[in-house]
Nanobody, 126 residues
Framework: EVQLQASGGGLVQAGESLRLSCATSGFNFDHAAIGWFRQVPGKEREGFSCISVGDHVTYYAESVKGRFTVSADSPKNMVYLQMNSLKPEDTAVYHC?????WGWGTTLNGIEYDNWGQGTQVTVSS
């Protein structure tokens, strides 16, 4: 059974950092791509980053590029999202997912999830 679980959210002030973790199981991690999404009630879900685990290729949406960094730890089947310079508009529930994604350079052009994980709340106060 494919499982993904995001953790590490919390309440921070604008400008501060958080590191989210995504624990995965039930699939071949090294052959997968893992993406990050965020959801705010009443707004469209945003897929903003992904990593191809095998070759560590990463893509980012413009909304997070330069502030967020995604990485993978194959022995642990874990993916991490380092979020720096957080802004109030980053407030959302963050989910990791097993995805298909594509881009150009480091720019994310498209992302589709195959399996969705439980999210973690990130709140950034001004």
């Amino acid at each position: 059974e494919v499982q993904l679980q995001a953790s590490g959210g919390g309440l921070v002030q604008a400008g501060e950092s958080l590191r989210l973790s995504c624990a995965t199981s039930g699939f071949n991690f090294d052959h997968a791509a893992i993406g990050w999404f965020r959801q705010v009630p009443g707004k469209e879900r945003e897929g903003f980053s992904c990593i191809s685990v095998g070759d560590h290729v990463t893509y980012y949406a413009e909304s997070v590029k330069g502030r967020f960094t995604v990485s993978a730890d194959s022995p642990k089947n874990m993916v991490y999202l380092q979020m720096n310079s957080l802004k109030p508009e980053d407030t959302a529930v963050y989910h990791c997912a097993k995805v298909s994604c594509w881009g150009w350079g480091t720019t994310l052009n498209g992302i589709e999830y195959d399996n969705w994980g439980q999210g973690t709340q990130v709140t950034v106060s001004s």
